[in-house]
């Protein structure tokens, strides 16, 4: 089965790099078909789609919040990685990695399997 896993800091300095790792198994991230997306959801507030990675290597992202994002995959390691720059207070929340097997630029999604989520918190 497919399972997703986030990875990394949990607690990042204002004005900082966010950096965060999805490590996939069950299925490779170059299968036919399967997109990878980051979502967040801040405290209180709804799910946010940030960006996605396709099976290709072809990046999407948020026009919300593409000056900030970038977004990479190790396909050796069957992993996607996420960059937020530039982070303020207001990216504090719980980011989820995620597959789709399409291209989905929602929140929530059917179908879509989910990693367990981390929580970033950005603050000094």
């Known amino acids: 089965q497919v399972q997703l896993q986030e990875s990394g800091p949990g607690l990042v300095k204002p004005s900082q790099t966010l950096s965060l790792t999805c490590t996939v198994s069950?299925?490779?991230?170059?299968?036919?078909?399967?997109?990878w997306s980051w979502i967040r959801q801040p405290p209180g507030k709804a799910l946010e789609w940030m960006g996605a990675?396709?099976?290709?290597?072809?990046?999407y992202y948020n026009p919300s919040l593409k000056s900030r994002t970038s977004i990479s995959r190790d396909t050796s390691k069957n992993q996607f990685t996420l960059q937020l720059n530039s982070v303020t207070p207001e990216d504090t929340a719980v980011y989820y990695c995620?597959?789709?097997?399409?291209?989905?630029?929602?929140?929530?999604?059917?179908?879509?399997?989910w990693g367990q989520g981390t929580q970033v918190t950005v603050s000094s």
């Open positions: 995620a597959g789709d097997t399409g291209l989905i630029t929602t929140g929530q999604a059917t179908g879509r399997k």
């Open positions: 990675i396709d099976y290709r290597g072809s990046i």
């Open positions: 069950g299925v490779t991230i170059t299968s036919n078909s399967l997109y």
